[in-house]
């Protein structure tokens, strides 16, 4: 499947499909699959399972290129967008290829912004774009973002800060999951609090 991307805009010009056995690209040297394929598989299967999705609250997640079988080589530029139908808080969690799972700073410029970020009322049913940019670069291989909402503040994760990133504390995709989710172990959630998520998947590569 080949897409014609304007370079400026990102807009689809023109798209093709073709078939033709895999055996073609073996002389060539080339793979079908991601060299993370096993890995970004287990992390994909971590976040379907017990995905929350509200009746009420809804997010919306994109980048500029959209959200849909989504390339980005290594030097190109990513710009996050989101959109909410209801006041809410934002965590957004980047997988990487290599497994490690970061929060994707919302403002660089103030530490307290790597988590809960809040949208207001007067941001509800619009497209907000994440202020920074984000350079694709190694490692390459199958990535995932994903973002929370919730309209009540999301419980803090342990992190470990690396050079200006918070990397979060977790063993297994599934532990992941669950914490990037704010979950704590209780018999009910509160009926006023409402929460979902999106997740996008990400393939990068070198030049």
């Not at 080339?30 to 890995?39: A, C, M, R, T």
């Amino acid at each position: 499947m080949a897409s014609l991307r304007d370079a400026d805009t990102s807009k689809v010009l023109a798209g093709a499909d073709a078939l033709f056995d895999a055996d073609i690209l073996k002389p060539a040297g080339l793979e079908l699959k991601p060299g993370n394929f096993q890995q970004a598989m287990m992390e994909q299967n971590a976040f379907n399972e017990g995905g929350i999705v509200s009746g009420k609250l809804q997010v919306d997640l994109f980048t500029n290129k959209g959200k849909d079988n989504l390339i980005f080589t290594e030097g190109e530029i990513m710009k996050v967008y989101i959109r909410v139908n209801r006041p809410a808080y934002v965590r957004l969690l980047y997988v990487l290829a290599d497994g490690s799972r970061t929060l994707l700073p919302i403002d660089p410029d103030t530490s307290a912004l790597h988590d809960n970020y809040y949208i207001a009322q007067s941001m509800v049913n619009r497209v907000v774009e994440i202020p920074p940019e984000f350079e694709c670069g190694p490692p390459f291989g199958a990535e995932m973002l994903i973002a929370v909402a919730r309209t009540a503040k999301l419980e803090p994760l342990e992190t470990n800060e690396i050079d200006g990133y918070y990397f979060l504390k977790a063993a297994s995709p599934r532990e992941a999951a669950f914490k990037a989710r704010g979950m704590k172990i209780r018999k009910k959630k509160p009926a006023a609090v409402e929460q979902t998520e999106a997740k996008i998947v990400i393939t990068t590569m070198a030049k």
